[in-house]
């Protein structure tokens, strides 16, 4: 089920790096915004380009005050987002606005929750902050213990640590790929962890995959490894074109080997809802009249992929020559 849309004016934008800005959503008529759990986001309507649909991007939401608890309700949304120069043209979109713009954000969905065990280790990567800033902030509200690993490229491509610092105080641990004295061990980091002690990561896919397949080389159980990906599913070696029917229509659209269903649907002007794009949230599901599915979500069961009646269009393709879609 999708959030309802709320109407909000970017009240101010800070630039905390050269890549990233930081902007602040308030009600155009001042009234408290519906609260959020840590590990949120909201979706930010992208008007169309090109005949296309209007697109919708998932933004985290940002606490960096503990003395603020976001789940009762917020006078402001705060967003850090990349630009993204080779990306589908979200982040640059947003990249473009000014203060006073009024967009369309659907209210907050929570798909990265946090428990509040004894203690936590927090693992952000860049951009990857803007969920962990929230968590943290909760975990020192609520007095539990835990140490945020903050990771970049460089010092300077690292946002909003000073804010970090004022309430994480030592718990905050910088990490510079450019810096052999403080770069991103995992190994050394899972050393100094208890087994199983809860791990919350978010950024690149190449780092959650590094401290995911660390972390279960040493025997931690997959209840207690959290993740986020921020990045939308690649193509695969040896991925090909196919097509799709639409059922109500008939329309044959094709899907071209770099492309998902997906985008493919929303670039002919079929609307879809979607959340995550990378096969974990559920919204995209889909209903499949023939065609053999080639399953790539989280989502769906072993038993729902074997019946092969739904798909999640973000990320599965097909294994035979055209797939009809109840749409
Ligand atoms: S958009 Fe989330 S599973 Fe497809």
Redesign the pocket.
């Known amino acids: 089920m999708l959030a309802p849309a709320l109407k909000l004016r970017i009240a101010s934008i800070d630039a905390p790096t050269s890549l990233i800005k930081s902007f602040t959503l308030e009600a155009e008529d001042g009234a408290l915004l519906p609260g959020f759990e840590p590990g949120a986001h909201v979706q930010v309507e992208i008007p169309a380009a090109d005949g296309g649909v209007a697109q919708w991007r998932s933004y985290s939401l940002i606490n960096t005050d503990p003395q603020i608890d976001t789940r009762a309700g917020v006078r402001a949304y705060r967003l850090g987002i990349r630009r993204e120069d080779v990306g589908r043209g979200g982040s640059r979109f947003m990249h473009t606005l000014q203060v006073g713009t009024t967009l369309t954000v659907r209210a907050p969905v929570n798909h990265f929750p946090l428990a509040t065990p004894p203690s936590v280790i927090l693992i952000a990567g860049g951009i990857g902050i803007t969920p962990m800033a929230a968590m943290a902030a909760q975990l020192s509200a609520q007095n539990h213990d835990y140490t945020l690993h903050f990771s970049g490229r460089t010092r300077d491509a690292l946002p909003f640590v000073e804010e970090l610092r004022a309430f994480a105080g030592e718990r905050l641990v910088l990490h510079a790929d450019d810096d052999s004295a403080t770069r991103l061990s995992i190994d050394a980091l899972l050393e100094g962890a208890a087994l199983n002690q809860p791990i919350y990561v978010c950024g690149p896919a190449g780092m959650i995959d590094a401290v995911l397949a660390a972390a279960r080389q040493r025997g931690w159980h997959e209840c207690d490894l959290h993740y986020e990906l921020f990045s939308e599913a690649a193509p695969q070696e040896g991925d090909t074109a196919f097509e799709i029917e639409l059922k109500s229509s008939g329309k044959v659209l094709t899907v071209p080997a770099d492309k998902s269903v997906?985008d493919t649907l929303l670039d002919n002007g079929v609307d879809v809802m979607?959340?995550?794009?990378?096969?974990?949230?559920?919204?995209?599901?889909t209903h499949v009249c023939s065609g053999e599915v080639d399953h790539r979500?989280t989502?769906l069961s072993d038993a729902d992929k074997v019946a092969g009646k739904v798909m999640?269009?973000?990320?599965s393709r097909c294994r035979s020559e055209r797939l009809v879609l109840d749409l």
């Open positions: 997906l979607y959340d995550c794009r990378a096969g974990y949230c559920g919204l995209c599901s979500d989502y999640q269009v973000c990320v």
